[in-house]
C-alpha cells in the first residue's frame, strides 16, 4: 500500500543535541511538508518542497533543517537553536509541485519528540 | 491576512445525533477547501473535500456545504457513532504567495457520547 512512513514514532533527546526524523513516501508525489502541531494548536508549517533538491522555509522555520535529495525522501534535523523543540512532527505529500494545486495533503502517523 | 477560523473548538454530541463544524476562510481566491480526522496519536487523514464550483458535497453520513460569497464552509455528521471522536481540522488554500500556503483551522474535538 501506498503511503507515507514517518520514524521513529517516539524520540527523545537531551537539550543540546540535533535530532533528524525521518520521511519516506512511495506516493510518487512531487511536494512534499513538514508540519509542527502542540497541544490546542492547529498544524503550523515548517517546511516545504516543491521538487527534489528544492526546499523553501514555512512560518517557523528558525533552528530546523531540512534535505531533498531523493523524491522519496525529506528528513527533518531539529537543531540545538531550536527553542522549544519538544512537539508532535507531522510529515506531509501532495501530487501537486509545491501544493499548487487542488489535491490534499496525505500525512504521515508523526513523531513525537521530546527534548529534556 | 492568511487565517481559518473554526467553531467550535470542542462538540460533544450523544451518539445517533448530528454533529456540524463551520470554518470561515479570508481569501476570496481559495478553492479547494479539504477537511481531515486525526485521531489520537495519528496523522490528519482527509475524509472529505469541496471543490469551488460546488455547493455540496456528501459521502454517506458526512457532507460538506460552501459559501463562497460568505466564505464559509461546514462539516456535518448525521447519526454520530463513538468512532467519529476525533479531532477535526478544515483548511484552505491562500493563493497569495508562490504556492498553495495551506492554511488550516485550529481543530475541533469530537465527542461522541454512547
Known amino acids: 500500500d501506498g503511503g507515507i512512513t514517518q520514524s521513529p514514532k517516539y524520540l527523545f533527546r537531551k537539550e543540546g543535541q540535533n535530532v533528524t526524523l525521518s520521511c519516506e513516501q512511495n506516493?510518487?508525489?512531487?511536494?512534499m511538508y513538514w508540519y509542527r502541531q502542540d497541544p490546542g494548536q492547529g498544524l503550523r508549517l515548517i517546511y516545504y518542497s516543491q521538487i527534489v533538491n528544492d526546499f523553501q522555509k514555512g512560518d517557523i522555520a528558525e533552528g530546523y533543517s531540512v534535505s531533498r535529495e531523493k523524491k522519496e525522501s525529506f528528513p527533518l534535523t531539529v537543531t540545538s537553536a531550536q527553542k522549544n523543540p519538544t512537539a508532535f512532527y507531522l510529515c506531509?505529500?501532495?501530487?501537486?509541485?509545491?501544493?499548487?494545486?487542488?489535491?490534499?495533503?496525505?500525512f504521515g502517523n508523526g513523531t513525537r519528540l521530546t527534548v529534556t | 491576512g492568511e487565517n481559518v477560523e473554526q467553531h467550535p473548538s470542542t462538540l460533544s454530541v450523544q451518539e445517533g445525533d448530528s454533529a456540524v463544524i463551520k470554518c470561515t476562510y479570508s481569501d476570496s481566491a481559495s478553492n479547494y477547501f479539504p477537511w481531515y480526522k486525526q485521531e489520537l496519536g495519528k496523522g490528519p487523514q482527509l475524509i472529505i473535500d469541496?471543490?469551488?464550483?460546488?455547493g455540496e458535497k456528501k459521502d454517506q453520513r458526512i457532507a460538506v456545504t460552501l459559501n463562497k460569497t460568505a466564505k464559509h464552509f461546514s462539516l456535518h455528521i448525521t447519526e454520530t457513532q463513538p468512532e467519529d471522536s476525533a479531532v477535526y481540522f478544515c483548511?484552505?488554500?491562500?493563493?497569495?504567495?508562490?504556492?498553495?500556503?495551506?492554511?488550516f483551522g485550529p481543530g475541533t474535538s469530537l465527542s461522541v457520547i454512547p
Open positions: 469541496i471543490r469551488s464550483n460546488v
Open positions: 506531509a505529500s501532495s501530487r501537486g509541485q509545491g501544493g499548487r494545486s487542488n489535491s490534499p495533503l496525505h
Open positions: 483548511a484552505a488554500p491562500y493563493m497569495k504567495t508562490s504556492y498553495d500556503k495551506v492554511i
Open positions: 506516493l510518487n508525489h512531487d511536494a
